[in-house]
């Protein structure tokens, strides 16, 4: 059984920054990606950005320039680095892992609320 526990959401002004960290029970080497997932008011849970065993990532247009995904091995831990916040923002964020390419997304987080004002 794998576990992802995500934590650091929160209520931020327009601007401001967050750092997300989401913990693995395993080696995030065991998975073939990890990445991070937001569901705003009304949306479709999108993907936001991902980073591969290899350490390649990838963003979401919408992100890109602002969130910075990266990882520490060393603690199972992946992060997101949010700055720049802006309202459409706020979503609660999914910490996801994929065991197999084939299979997409198979592992999930229980999510964390982060909130933009303006």
């Known amino acids: 059984q794998v576990q992802l526990v995500e934590s650091g959401g929160g209520l931020v002004q327009a601007g401001g920054s967050l750092r997300l960290s989401c913990a693995a029970s395993?080696?995030?080497?065991?998975?073939?990606?990890m990445g991070w997932y937001r569901q705003g008011p009304g949306n479709n849970r999108v993907l936001v950005a991902h980073?591969?065993?290899?350490?390649?990532?990838n963003y979401a247009g919408s992100v890109k320039g602002r969130f910075i995904i990266s990882r520490d091995t060393a603690k199972n831990t992946i992060y997101l680095q949010m700055n720049s916040l802006i309202p459409e923002d706020t979503a609660v964020y999914y910490c996801?892992?994929?065991?197999?390419?084939?299979?997409?997304?198979?592992?999930w987080g229980q999510g964390t609320q982060v909130t933009v004002s303006s």
């Open positions: 980073i591969t065993d290899e350490g390649s990532t």
């Open positions: 996801a892992a994929s065991s197999d390419s084939l299979a997409g997304y198979d592992y």
């Open positions: 395993r080696s995030i080497f065991s998975f073939n990606a």
